[in-house]
């Protein structure tokens, strides 16, 4: 049972990024996928999540209007789709499994992280 992001790396502000977020030995379908950043000295928050049920979304207020969270249950996959990037973007992102809420302890499984960069 694995959860691998990626799709991370350098961009100047302004420019945008894919994340995805692969699972393996598990079906995603019936998942709720959070997905969360933590930046250096600072506490990890919750980016958006999306459910399994109606497809509902949550997006934190830094990122509304940018980011944009998406499944394809045919691959096994969550996207979260980052344009406008900002140098507070920065951060190592994390996706995870539970229940779609902004709160870590409402997620049960994480996958390692992939590191964006937002810089000129």
């Known amino acids: 049972v694995q959860l691998q992001a990626s799709g991370g790396g350098l961009v100047q502000p302004g420019g945008s990024l894919r994340l995805s977020c692969a699972a393996s030995?598990?079906?995603?379908?019936?998942?709720?996928i959070g997905w969360f950043r933590q930046a250096p000295g600072k506490e990890r928050e919750g980016v958006s999540c999306?459910?399994?049920?109606?497809?509902?979304?949550y997006y934190a207020d830094s990122v509304k209007g940018r980011f944009t969270i998406s499944r394809d249950n045919a691959k096994n996959t969550v996207y979260l789709q980052m344009n406008s990037l900002k140098p507070e973007d920065t951060a190592v992102y994390y996706c995870?499994?539970?229940?779609?809420?902004?709160?870590?302890?409402?997620?049960?499984?994480w996958g390692q992280g992939t590191q964006v960069t937002v810089s000129s």
């Open positions: 030995g598990f079906t995603l379908d019936y998942y709720a």
């Open positions: 995870a499994t539970g229940w779609c809420t902004p709160q870590e302890y409402e997620y049960d499984y």
């Open positions: 999306i459910s399994s049920s109606d497809g509902s979304t």
